[in-house]
């Protein structure tokens, strides 16, 4: 029976978060904290709870798929009764808070969330694809957070959990595609709902992000060395979801563990010339800039907006307009991605209309009405550029413009009938579309939010408004990022930094197209009319409040 319990507890993860606690503290004492033994002992052992809870707590919500994918584990045996598993998992979960409270007050109030964000994991966002994939990714790599918070140095926690979630996520990746037999009927995972070969690509694309960002830590380039095990087991783990071969979660799983112990090696043999808090800060905040990006672009509540307040509010460097569009990038490879078909398409209608000089059929007319939209957007995008980078991001007039918008969007999409297709456009609506979209320039209209606008005023249906807004996206922030990345990457500095941003927004893009696209066969955008109002009263009441 104790042995059924350790196996429910998965006693290997447990130490691997432990692991993860000491690491996360190690590299906090290098960097200027102080930690005592009792409160590592706490932080360790709240990460260990936590983690039990996690696993308990998922056992017993997936009893029906485990009897399916892995009866062999203890509650489909019969070795455990799904009310014990709860049982355990909620002890775990009390017992965590408290250690973690003893570790760093601050740090026990994080815990009461987490350990909210485990239990409504299993029931609800495990069965959500991408979404849980993410959750998992992000409580996994917390154990850093954890050890480098009680050795009082947050922030370098945070560095190792952006660091470590990539290859986290290729993790959770890698089992969902071994276990999708099982899953079929339970749960819309992604190897189920986007396809094996899509989940395959971001699980590889997950271990490239984890491997890039190691140069980064150290001036010293013999940080490589106690890494190599670790990069060699990524390798093989990529190469076996490459040629499709099961076992990549267990490669995985083994590279994370060989990762941290050359991590703590390193820092063992080379501890003076870590640096991490400037430079993966730095990727942290392009992490963080880089989803706003994704989900912002595509949700009817202003991207540029997002950009632009997250340094205001969180006291970040200012990072200009040429990242904000450098993002774009990753948005870019978003609506390629995600409309691919569509786009195939329309390269051959522009070929065709090439070859015979006629525009007749749908796809013909898309491609120039796509054309005709894009003019205005260029236009103002070449005499008001000196504004967008200066005047127009004032905070003020970001909250107005949020507000101001939000207020447009709910009204005209409550008053207008939804009584047009996209293939009844005219040049005439493409064109009227386009002017809409010069408006995006100022921080807080949103690009989609006024095209998806001026489309429902001309009576398109809700999808049909966000389908031609997302298309029209592609030709202006492709155009935009050819003038302005070219500028960036003349700043090595910066490439590392956008390189995460550009990986981060293309992901939360996709997610964000999709997501949308089916809200919007059912719902209005009245939601999003309420959040650009509520958003922007907070941020003129921060105005008030800054003077």
């Known amino acids: 029976m104790v042995r059924a319990y350790f196996q429910l507890a998965r006693w290997p993860n ?59 584990r203890p509650i489909p045996s019969g070795l455990i009764t799904v009310r014990a598993a709860r049982n355990l998992a909620l002890a775990a979960a009390i ?76 993790r959770e990746l890698a089992k969902d595609i071994d276990d999708a037999d099982g899953d079929a009927g339970h749960r819309a995972t992604v190897p189920l709902t986007w396809g094996v070969p899509a989940a395959r690509i971001l699980a590889v694309g997950a271990i490239i992000c984890f491997l890039v960002p190691l ?102 460097p200012e990072p200009g307009l040429s990242f904000d569009v450098a993002l774009h990038l990753g948005t870019l490879v978003a609506v390629l991605g995600y409309f691919r078909a569509e786009w195939i398409k ?20 898309r491609a120039v009405f796509l054309v005709i939209a894009t003019i205005p957007g260029a236009i103002g995008g070449l005499l008001l550029e000196k504004y967008a980078e200066s005047v127009f991001r004032a905070p003020w007039l970001i909250a107005g413009a949020l507000m101001v918008m939000g207020l447009v969007l709910w009204a005209v999409d409550r008053a207008a009938a939804e009584t047009r297709p996209l293939g009844g456009m005219t040049a005439r609506d493409a064109l009227l579309v386009g002017v809409a979209q010069v408006f ?16 429902r005023a001309l009576r398109f249906d809700r999808e049909s408004a966000a389908t031609f807004s997302f298309l029209m996206s592609m030709p202006i922030i492709a155009a935009a990022a050819v003038l302005k990345v070219p500028h960036l990457l003349q700043d090595r500095a910066m490439a590392m930094p956008l390189l995460v941003g550009v990986l981060a927004s293309a992901v939360s893009g996709w997610f964000a197209i999709d997501a949308l696209l089916r809200y919007l066969t059912r719902r209005s955008f009245g939601v999003f009319a309420l959040y650009r109002l509520v958003l922007g009263a907070i941020v003129l009441a921060l105005v008030a409040m800054r003077g």
């Open 346 to 365: 329309l390269a051959r209608a522009v070929i065709e209309i090439a070859r015979t000089r006629q525009v007749e059929s749908l796809e013909q007319k």
């Open 440 to 455: 995006a320039l100022i921080p807080g209209v949103s690009r989609s939010g006024s095209t998806m606008t001026a489309a």
């Open 215 to 316: 140069p980064l830590f150290t001036a010293s380039q013999w940080l490589m060395l106690p890494m190599l095990p670790a990069v060699v087991a990524m390798v093989l783990a990529g190469y076996r979801l490459v040629r499709g071969r099961a076992g990549a979660a267990h490669a995985l799983k083994l590279a994370m563990g060989l990762a941290m112990g050359g991590l703590a090696a390193a820092l063992l043999l080379f501890g003076p010339s870590i640096s991490l808090s400037q430079n993966v800060t730095t990727l942290f905040q392009a992490l963080v800039l880089g989803v706003l990006q994704g989900v912002a672009e595509f949700l009817p509540i202003s991207s540029s907006a997002h950009l632009a307040l997250a340094p205001w509010l969180f006291g970040w």
């Open 95 to 170: 017992a965590g808070v408290a250690l973690a409270t003893a570790a760093a007050p601050g740090l026990g109030a994080v815990s009461v969330a987490v350990a909210a964000l485990m239990i409504m994991y299993s029931p609800w966002l495990k069965r959500t694809g991408l979404a849980g994939n993410l959750t998992v990714a992000l409580l996994a790599s917390l154990p850093f957070l954890y050890g480098a918070w009680a050795a009082g140095e947050p922030l370098d926690g945070l560095a190792l959990v952006a660091w470590a979630f990539p290859l986290h996520l290729a």
């Open 14 to 72: 447990a130490l691997l978060a432990a692991a993860g606690v000491i690491v996360g503290a190690w590299l906090a004492l290098w960097t200027g904290g102080h930690l005592s033994l009792t409160h590592l002992l706490a932080a360790a052992g709240a990460a260990v709870a936590l983690t039990i809870t996690a696993n308990a707590w998922n056992d017993a919500a997936d009893e029906a798929i485990d009897r399916v994918a892995h009866p062999e």
